[in-house]
């Protein structure tokens, strides 16, 4: 036993030991690990109801290692909740959790449920009365469904479900739940906050770490179902025989709990590693490597997911390497990977440094040709925005485009250009306003509707991708709020109309308190903080104005790089008249590559919203808004409002104090101080910058910046985290 599992052991048995400590949460250890699976002992009424409905856990039959980890999981959750452990049963019992698919207890169609609609993943909770015993049933028609059944009633049990009268039923709406891992070999995170990678690629395959399976847990409870494990700019050795078996090892912990590995795989690679003059995809002897390849993959890995391919995007090589296209590059290895139903994720983010057309137009421009011309096995996964992650972008125009395409979505869920981990920023409302906006491309064609192939395709795959925010620290996410938006990804991928506020009252019951009053507490410093960091980066529609490569705060006056569209004064044109990209028909016309209603709406200042604005116009500093306010105040107004935002969610923390354990109440209270001085950093250097492009005295009452503009150009931040790979 390692001394990490000896401690951990230990912790478990201290909790089951003394279940009252527990409770108290003044009085319990929390430092994050435990993510939303904390099972704190619940109160003595309905630690008496939860024995009441998890007297035994029945199988009915073998149990398989995903049966197991299911069933593992509810023991252990029982255990630490009521203070009991239930047994495994053979037999129906009042009162057992009846984890079972007809094929497995034949007894249960009797009960005519409502399977037929869960197809192989789904599962159903329900109270009812089998062969005369009143039971718990976990119904699927899969041990898959069984496993995200058990984490269901988990949840249930966590958010104060009445377990005694369940009736839950629910299904994936898109298949392929993914994390995407930007890990490299040496461990570092590219965009990554919470530490390094947690796959300790020179111990494995020999070595295993606890954290692997809890990991696969935290995953399983929500639902997701596939990780792609390394860096979309990916280093040709991954595909090497000793790296296969690294990622093989994983892949064995992953499986139980329903996780397929994938890939991120380096275009060049038969060149690279097999010495092959070039990797171009209609050269017959690369097409072979790349056969031979996935075939060998598969004889270690046969549940392996499939490649995913950053090509000829920002420096990664690629099929237009050798004058190809992004469908021949992507057919071939579809190609290959087609016998073993593997997956080719090719990634649409894309623009280039000969393009001098508006960059938010490009990957339009390079896909929409190709729609309907990729293999049935491959999936364009879209960033949410145009451009990269912002805080605020309109949906990508890819996906009112592609009717005959495969579309995937990306978020990045680690917050590369949302303040890294300090900043306390939820952002189950920025991945809702992408799925529930109307592409208008067909009735009813939400950002939702048309990655869940609800529109278009039948059985072909469906995926939603987000780029991990985990790594080694202690509390997996680099801070305690990081973790919901893991939460809130994997929810909304299982079904992308669960709505963000109910989904963050879901995570706050689990990771902080059951109380309605601490939950009502926390709900508002969550909701409104992605709108507080929109307002102090980058309000009104801007868009890219952090400093150069780390991205690491405010850079607005940068105009000196190599590629035009590197430079945020590319983004915000500010100049003495005006600011912002003119998108509409007298500009670049990027409103054109969206619906004609959405194309009108934008296109024209008074019907675009003002969140978008200066993302689809360039306005005159004194234009009038419909609030009453030129651009100018407007502008400084909200930088003031996200500032203070950041005040107030730090006020309402700290007025929480005497309700979460002191240990995660400081460290998310000295985080949320290291983001007031940064929000008041951002609004400052920006309000300092603008001034000087537009020679604008301040509107009335607002506060200077307190330093001059010099001194913010002058901040240098050499070994700013998650830049390196
Ligand atoms: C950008 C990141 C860069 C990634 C790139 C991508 O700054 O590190 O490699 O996205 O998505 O936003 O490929």
Redesign the pocket.
């Known amino acids: 036993m390692t001394t990490y599992f000896k401690v951990l052991a230990s912790l478990l048995l201290l909790a089951l030991a003394a279940p009252a400590a527990a409770a108290a949460p003044s009085q319990a250890v929390e430092d994050g690990y435990e993510l939303w699976l904390r099972y704190r002992s619940l109160p003595a009424a309905a630690q008496a109801q939860m024995r009441a409905v998890s007297s035994a856990v029945f199988l009915g039959g073998d149990a398989s290692p995903m049966l197991q980890a299911a069933a593992g999981e509810l023991k252990r959750g029982v255990a630490q909740m009521s203070g009991r452990e239930p047994a495994l049963t053979q037999e129906l019992r009042d009162g057992a959790l009846v984890l079972a698919t007809p094929a497995r207890l034949p007894a249960i169609t009797a009960l005519s449920l409502p399977l037929a609609g869960l197809g192989q993943e789904g599962y159903l909770l329900r109270s009812v009365r089998l062969e005369g015993h009143p039971v718990t049933l976990i119904a699927a028609n899969s041990e898959r469904g069984l496993l995200y059944g058990s984490f269901a009633w988990l949840r249930a049990a966590q958010t104060g479900a009445d377990l005694a009268h369940l009736d839950q039923r629910s299904a994936p709406r898109i298949q392929w739940r993914m994390l995407n891992h ?1 890990d490299n070999p040496d461990r570092s995170v ?2 990554g906050y919470a530490g390094l990678s947690i796959w300790d690629w020179r111990l494995l395959p020999d070595a295993q770490d606890q954290r692997y399976v809890d990991y696969a847990r935290a995953n399983a409870s929500l639902g997701i179902n596939a990780t792609v494990l390394n860096n ?2 990916a280093k040709a050795e991954v595909l090497t025989a000793p790296w296969l078996r690294k990622v093989a090892a994983l892949a064995d912990v992953m499986r139980p709990y329903g996780i397929r590995v994938f890939l991120s795989v380096r275009f060049s690679a038969p060149r690279e590693l097999a010495g092959l003059p070039k990797s171009d995809p209609l050269d017959l002897r690369v097409r072979a490597w790349w056969k031979a390849k996935a075939d060998e993959i598969y004889r270690l890995i046969p549940d392996f997911g499939g490649f995913l391919v ?1 090509a000829n ?2 420096g990664e090589p690629g099929p237009q390497d050798y004058g190809r296209s992004h469908m021949d590059g992507a057919n071939m290895l579809a190609e290959a990977l087609a016998p073993h139903q593997g997956l080719v994720i090719w990634r649409a ?1 894309v623009y280039s440094e000969i393009d001098p057309s508006d960059r938010a137009k490009q990957a339009y421009s390079e896909f929409v040709p190709g729609d309907g011309k990729f293999a049935p096995n491959v999936v364009l996964q879209v960033k949410n925005g145009a451009i ?2 912002q805080p605020r972008e309109p949906f990508h125009p890819l996906f009112g485009a592609m009717p005959h395409t495969n579309l995937g979505i990306e978020f990045q869920i680690t917050k ?1 250009y949302l303040g890294f981990a300090t900043h306390l920023a939820y952002l189950g409302p920025l991945f809702e306003e992408t799925l529930r906006s109307d592409t208008r491309a067909a009735p009813g064609a939400t950002v939702a509707r048309v990655i869940d192939g609800n529109l278009s395709h039948d059985g072909r795959p469906t995926l939603m991708a987000g780029v991990s925010n985990i790594g080694s620290d202690r509390n997996w996410s680099g801070s305690h709020f990081n973790q919901a938006n893991w939460y809130a990804f994997g929810r909304m991928a299982w079904d992308p109309e669960l709505s963000a506020e109910g989904l963050a009252r879901e995570w706050i019951a689990q990771t902080f308190s059951r109380e309605p009053r601490v939950i009502e507490a926390i709900l508002p410093i969550m909701m409104g903080s992605r709108e507080a960091v929109v307002d102090y980066m980058t309000p009104l529609g801007l868009h890219h104005l952090m400093a150069t490569s780390h ?1 690491y705060g405010p850079g607005p006056w940068v105009s000196d790089l190599a590629r035009p569209e590197w430079n945020p004064t590319y983004y915000h044109k500010a100049d003495a008249q005006g600011i912002g990209f003119d998108r509409s028909a007298s500009g670049s016309h990027a409103v054109s590559q969206y619906a004609p209603e959405l194309a009108m709406r934008w296109g024209d200042v008074k019907t675009t919203p003002l969140e978008l604005l200066l993302w689809f116009h360039h306005m005159s500093w004194d234009a009038r808004l419909p609030t009453g306010r030129t651009v100018w105040e407007e502008l400084v107004h909200r930088y003031d409002r996200g500032v203070q935002q950041v005040v107030e969610m730090r006020r309402q923390w700290a007025a929480l104090a005497p309700d979460i354990d002191p240990r995660r109440h400081a460290e998310v209270a000295s985080y949320l101080a290291i983001q007031e001085r940064e929000a008041r950093w951002w609004r400052d250097a920006c309000i300092a910058y603008f001034q000087s492009v537009n020679h604008h005295a301040l509107p009335p009452g607002v506060v200077a910046p307190a330093l001059t503009l010099e001194q913010y150009r002058a901040m240098h931040f050499s070994f700013a985290p998650g830049h390196g790979g």
Do not use: G, M, Y
Request: hydrophobic content about 30%; overall charge negative; cysteine-free.
């Open positions: 930007w590219e965009r979309v700019n950053k995007s920002e983010f990269d992650f590369e991205h």
